[in-house]
């Protein structure tokens, strides 16, 4: 069965510094994986995916997320955080497999104070 | 283009009311989604729809109904709304192309339903 964990609810890092919000998964043959982001009251907004190729993934507003195959991780990166970063940010799979099952994890609150 | 619009933003239902939730995409995906978000939960699918006349079940479907007459409209039909059915929803689309399209999925800015 599909499955995609984000252990940690929330993420405090201060403004500056580089952050990492974590995402493992469990899928059977290739995964798709995405991150996406939620600002108060608003729809998700898609961050960036990993399909194939390149395991480091650049997406919008200076994100990057690594894809690691033996440890069935895909963790968010940014070199360097800004408060406006802070927001809910979901990871999401999709076996190959499944074209219409996508599995959103719980979501990870990251909090960056100035 | 507007994107993904939903309609109403806000709504409180009395316990066995009905209501549909409308959501509209001009983008001409393909593939539509609903979703619930309940607080600490994710999403989790509801219903989602292939394309127009094509419809299937997700994750939690029970009290819920859809229908896909055209590609750009998948109302979401409450019957008889229950307490556990308050939930933020959310409609989504995009354009698939079966097993080798991966293509993210745009979200419509969410309708909050209140059920007492």
């Known amino acids: 069965a599909q499955s995609v964990a984000q252990p940690e609810d929330q993420v405090n890092v201060a403004e500056g510094n580089p952050l990492t919000v974590k995402c493992t998964y469990s899928?059977?043959?290739?995964?798709?994986l995405f991150w996406y982001v939620q600002y108060p009251n608003r729809g998700l907004q898609f961050l960036l995916k990993y399909i194939t190729g390149d395991n480091l993934v650049k997406g919008s507003y200076g994100f990057e997320a690594e894809f690691n195959k033996s440890q069935t991780s895909f963790h968010l990166k940014k070199p360097s955080a800004l408060v406006s970063d802070s927001a809910l940010y979901f990871c999401a799979v999709r076996a190959y497999s499944s074209a219409s099952k996508i599995i959103f994890g719980s979501g990870t609150r990251l909090s960056i104070r100035p | 283009n507007a994107g993904v619009t939903q309609t109403p933003k806000f709504r409180i239902l009395k316990i066995g009311q009905s209501m549909t939730l409308q959501c509209t995409q001009d983008?001409?995906?393909?593939?539509m989604y609903w979703y619930r978000q309940d607080p600490g939960m994710g999403l989790k699918l509801i219903y989602y729809?292939?394309?127009?006349?094509?419809?299937d079940k997700g994750e939690v479907p029970n009290g819920y109904n859809v229908s896909r007459s055209t590609t750009e409209d998948f109302p979401l039909r409450l019957e008889l709304a229950a307490p556990s059915q308050t939930s933020v929803y959310f409609c989504a689309s995009s354009y698939t192309l079966g097993q080798d399209n991966y293509n993210e999925q745009f979200f419509g800015p969410g309708t909050r339903l209140t059920v007492l």
């Open positions: 983008m001409n995906h393909n593939y």
């Open positions: 729809s292939v394309g127009a006349g094509i419809t």
């Open positions: 899928v059977s043959g290739n995964p798709y």
